[in-house]
């Protein structure tokens, strides 16, 4: 079965400092690894993809994540946080033989410190 | 190109009423999902189409819950009668269903519940 953990429901930080969002996964098979982000009243927007290729993957808004097989993680990092990074972020995993469909981590709300 | 379109954007009904929600996929995508967010936790998957066929309905909570995709177009989920527990935001995504690495979910606004 596959699963997603994302530690810490909220997640607060200065403007300009480093983002940190952790995302841990189960995976009985080779998994594919997404962050989407949802803004206030706005809908799920997928920030980045891991799909097996190169571990560490670059996304919209400067941010990046890097899979780790050993380590079962996918965490979301972003060097200098912006306040327009304000918003819920969410990790999830999914397989694809075919068109399937995601499972999501339970979300981090990032809050950026003026 | 638009993106995914949901309708209406917030529902508020009594419990025992009949919503009925609609999803609009991206032009030419095959492959159109509905998920579910209830308040404090997880997004989970309710069910996937193919065009019009059920690919995999196994997120959907009862028989209270019916979606259809007449023609493989657009989406409609309905819940009747609705009970409290349906409160949540409804989303719905849509891909062009060729799989493997480039098939990317496409998610819309959502639609907002509140069964009073």
């Known amino acids: 079965a596959q699963s997603v953990t994302q530690l810490g429901s909220h997640v607060s930080v200065s403007e300009g400092a480093l983002v940190l969002l952790r995302c841990n996964y189960s995976?009985?098979?080779?998994?594919?690894l997404f962050w989407y982000v949802q803004y206030p009243n706005q809908g799920l927007q997928l920030l980045l993809k891991?799909?097996?290729?190169?571990?560490l993957v670059k996304g919209i808004n400067g941010f990046e994540a890097e899979f780790k097989k050993s380590e079962t993680s996918f965490h979301l990092t972003k060097p200098s946080a912006h306040m327009s990074d304000a918003a819920e972020y969410f990790c999830?995993?999914?397989?694809?033989?075919?068109?399937?469909?995601?499972?999501f981590g339970s979300g981090t709300r990032l809050s950026i410190r003026p | 190109e638009a993106g995914v379109t949901q309708f209406p954007s917030h529902s508020v009904i009594e419990k025992g009423q009949t919503v009925t929600l609609r999803c609009d996929p991206i032009?030419?995508?095959?492959?159109l999902y509905w998920y579910r967010r209830v308040m404090g936790k997880e997004i989970k998957f309710l069910l996937h189409?193919?065009?019009?066929?059920?690919?995999?309905e196994s997120g959907m909570p009862n028989n209270r819950f019916l979606a259809e995709r007449t023609g493989g177009t657009y989406s409609t989920l309905k819940v009747q009668p609705a009970e409290l527990e349906d409160s949540g935001v409804y989303f719905c995504?849509?891909?062009?269903?060729?799989?493997?690495?480039?098939?990317?979910?496409?998610f819309g606004p959502g639609t907002r519940l509140t069964v009073l």
């Open positions: 891991y799909t097996s290729a190169a571990t």
């Open positions: 032009s030419g995508h095959d492959n």
């Open positions: 999830a995993v999914t397989w694809y033989s075919s068109a399937s469909k995601i499972i």
């Open positions: 189409f193919v065009k019009e066929s059920k690919q995999d």
């Open positions: 995976s009985s098979v080779p998994p594919y």
């Open positions: 995504a849509s891909s062009t269903g060729t799989g493997g690495d480039t098939d990317t979910q496409y």
